[in-house]
C-alpha cells in the first residue's frame, strides 16, 4: 500500500481525498502565522496555500516562512484571481504551481498537488545529481549556495546571527603520493564524517573542492559562538587517521565569516572565509610522528 502524502491545507477547505490521486493525509490551518508554526514543527511533502485574491497573494510573496517551504515541501497556491506577474513571481521564489479558483475542483486541485509533489521529487533528485560532491556524499558548492541564499532570505526577515566556516586541509597529497588517490578520498571521507558528528542537524557541511569543506552554523546564540566551533572542529580533524592500515594526519587552517556584520549575501559570506582560510598558516601536523609513537588513539569513524 501506498504511503499517505502530508499536504497542509492553508485556508482552504478543499476535500483532496481524491483515490485516484492520493492518498491524502490533510492538515488543515487557518492562516499564515498557523502555518510558519507547522512548517516549523513537522516536515510536508505540500502545502497548499489559498488566497483570497490579488493582494493577499502579493503579501505572499513576502510571507517569512515561504523560503522554508518551498525549501522543504512542494507549495500549492490557490488565488482567487492570479496576474500573470504575481504567477511568475510565485513560481520564482519556488513555488510549484499557482491556480484560479474560479477553475477549482477537488479532483483537480488533487491532481496539481500530486504533480507538485512528483516534481518537487524529481526536481530534489536533479538537484543531488549536479550539487553533490561524490568522493564525500556532502552538498557542494552549487548547493551551498543555494542552500545560503534561502537561509538569508529568511534571515532577512526573521534576524539571527549565524556564521560560515572555512577548514582548508593539508596532509591529502601526502597521502596520495604513499598510498595513492583512493587513500586520499578515503581521508577525505573520514574527515567530513568527524566534522558531521561535532555539529548540530540542522548545520550543514559542504565540500568547497579536494581541500576544503565549508560548515554553515545556520543559528548561533553570538559571535563567540562560531569561534569556538571553528576551534573543536580543527582540534577534532587535527587528530590522527588510520588510513589503509597507515597513521595519517591533517593540519587545518580556519576561515569564519559572521552574518551580518561580514556580508549580507552568501558570495560575500563565503568568499570571506575561505579567502581568511587560504590565508592563515595551517596547524596540526608539528611533531606528528612523535604524537604516533606515543600510540595516539584512533578517532571512531577510522574502523573502516
Not at 31 to 39: E, I, Q, R, S, T
Not at 44 to 59: K, M, P
Amino acid at each position: 500500500m501506498n504511503r499517505s502524502f502530508q499536504v497542509l491545507m492553508v485556508g482552504n477547505e478543499v476535500d483532496l481525498r481524491a483515490a485516484e490521486w492520493g492518498p491524502f493525509e490533510l492538515h488543515a490551518c487557518a492562516d499564515l502565522d498557523g502555518a510558519a508554526l507547522a512548517l516549523g514543527e513537522r516536515g510536508f511533502d505540500a502545502v497548499c496555500l489559498a488566497t483570497a485574491g490579488h493582494d493577499d497573494a502579493q503579501r505572499l510573496l513576502h510571507w517569512p516562512a515561504l523560503s522554508q517551504a518551498v525549501l522543504d515541501a512542494a507549495v500549492v497556491v490557490v488565488c482567487a484571481a492570479p496576474t500573470p506577474a504575481c504567477a511568475t513571481q510565485l513560481l520564482a521564489r519556488g513555488v510549484q504551481d499557482v491556480i484560479g479558483r474560479d477553475a477549482l475542483s477537488p479532483a483537480a486541485l488533487a491532481r496539481s498537488v500530486r504533480l507538485a509533489i512528483e516534481r518537487k521529487a524529481i526536481e530534489r533528485t536533479a538537484r543531488r545529481a549536479y550539487a553533490t560532491d561524490l568522493a564525500t556524499g556532502l552538498p557542494n558548492h552549487a548547493q551551498l549556495l543555494e542552500h545560503m541564499t534561502h537561509l538569508l532570505a529568511l534571515r532577512e526577515r526573521e534576524p539571527a546571527p549565524m556564521a560560515l566556516l572555512a577548514l582548508r586541509i593539508d596532509g591529502l597529497a601526502t597521502v596520495a603520493s604513499n598510498l595513492g588517490p583512493e587513500a586520499a578520498n578515503v581521508l577525505r571521507r573520514k574527515a567530513a564524517v568527524r566534522l558531521r558528528a561535532g555539529l548540530r542537524a540542522s548545520d550543514v557541511v559542504a565540500s568547497m573542492g579536494s581541500d576544503t569543506f565549508a560548515v554553515l552554523l545556520a543559528w548561533i546564540d553570538d559571535r563567540a559562538a562560531g569561534a569556538l566551533v571553528a576551534e573543536k572542529l580543527a582540534a577534532a580533524l587535527q587528530q590522527p587517521f588510520t588510513v589503509a592500515g597507515t597513521t595519517a594526519a591533517l593540519a587545518v587552517s580556519v576561515g569564519i565569516s559572521d552574518y551580518p556584520e561580514h556580508g549580507r549575501d552568501a558570495d560575500a559570506l563565503l568568499r570571506r572565509a575561505i579567502g581568511q582560510a587560504t590565508s592563515t598558516a595551517s596547524v596540526g601536523r608539528a611533531g606528528f610522528a612523535t604524537r604516533v609513537e606515543r600510540g595516539a588513539a584512533t578517532a571512531a569513524n577510522d574502523d573502516a
